[in-house]
């Protein structure tokens, strides 16, 4: 399994912008799938947006379609989530998870990162 660590979360006033970072060590990462789930209180982990291990990426939540953007450097073992206009909507705890395919349940991946904490408030 890999280590994941997530870095980049914090406090940003609505319309601002966040890049999250998922960084990986220990197996070969260009063969995992990268995905980023959102908890909030009371409720589960909750898929977002997922990245192949080639590179194409699929978008679960239609509330970040076009303000989201996953992507990946293979050479640094990291994913990115650049979020763009956020929203007080997007505030909680983002985690990156790792498996060999994309999904948007949490009991499809097998390897954690211990989550950052986002949150949109003026």
């Known amino acids: 399994q890999l280590k994941l660590v997530e870095s980049g979360g914090g406090l940003v006033q609505p319309g601002g912008s966040l890049r999250l970072s998922c960084a990986a060590s220990g197996l070969p990462f260009e063969n995992y799938y990268i995905g980023w789930f959102r908890k909030t209180p009371g409720q589960e982990r909750e898929g977002i947006i997922c990245i192949s291990s080639s590179g194409p990426e699929t978008t679960y939540d239609d509330f970040v379609k076009g303000r989201f953007t996953i992507s990946r450097d293979n050479t640094k073992n990291t994913v990115y989530l650049q979020m763009n206009n956020l929203k007080q909507e997007d505030s909680g705890v983002y985690y990156c998870?790792?498996?060999?395919?994309?999904?948007?349940?949490?009991?499809?991946?097998?390897?954690w990162g211990q989550g950052t904490e986002v949150t949109v408030s003026s």
């Open positions: 998870a790792a498996d060999y395919h994309c999904s948007r349940r949490e009991a499809d991946f097998r390897s």
